[in-house]
């Protein structure tokens, strides 16, 4: 099953009730989850389950430059994550309920981090990948491509994730769960109020 079908699962069929964890940690992903990645990622959405059900999630993913390159070990990831769990454990989970934290990895060692940033979801820039091809009967398939790691500058040039793990630091993003665009409430209040005119 998908990672959230795991953590439901594991929650409401494997623990006990009244036991519940105390941490739900989702990853390591291979490839980041910046951005609007997030929206579909299964990494993301195993955590988004945890603090569904009340429990302190993280979310931790590993950017990879180049995706046919694994001579590189997750010591940073490892460590990483290791001082973020103790420290959540040791004192208070950071966020309110129903939002969790979202980790990505720059791919360099543990010498080379600058430490770590707190940041916002950057905006992905995407391209299209999708190539038809057709297997030896003669059939048509489709291969989604990997869209390369590229992302859009925001105009306030506040830190994005993207621009955190590109300089070397490991790169946390508080997620909420609630996707209402509140700053449209009262546009959209306006605009249904016009009636539909044909």
Partial sequence: GSPTDCVYLSLNALYQEGFMP?????????????????SYSGTASAAMEGVLHGIPSIAISQVLQDKNYFG??????????????????????PL?????????????????????KITELGIRAYGNDAHVHRNPRGEEYYWLGLHPLAWNERENNET??????????VSITPITL??????????????????FNE
């Fill in 72 to 93: 590189f070990d997750f010591e940073l990831a490892k460590q990483s994550i290791y001082k973020i769990a103790k420290k959540i454990l040791n004192h208070t989970y």
């Fill in 160 to 169: 994005s994730d993207f621009e955190a793990t590109k300089n070397g630091y």
């Fill in 22 to 38: 105390d941490l739900i940690v989702s990853g390591i992903n291979i490839g980041s989850n910046m951005g609007e990645d997030i």
């Fill in 96 to 116: 309110d309920a129903r939002e969790f934290l979202n980790i990505n990895i720059p791919q360099i060692s543990p010498k080379d981090c600058k430490g770590f």
């Fill in 178 to 195: 609630d996707f209402t665009a509140r700053n449209r409430l009262r546009t959209l209040e306006d605009w249904i109020s016009g009636g």
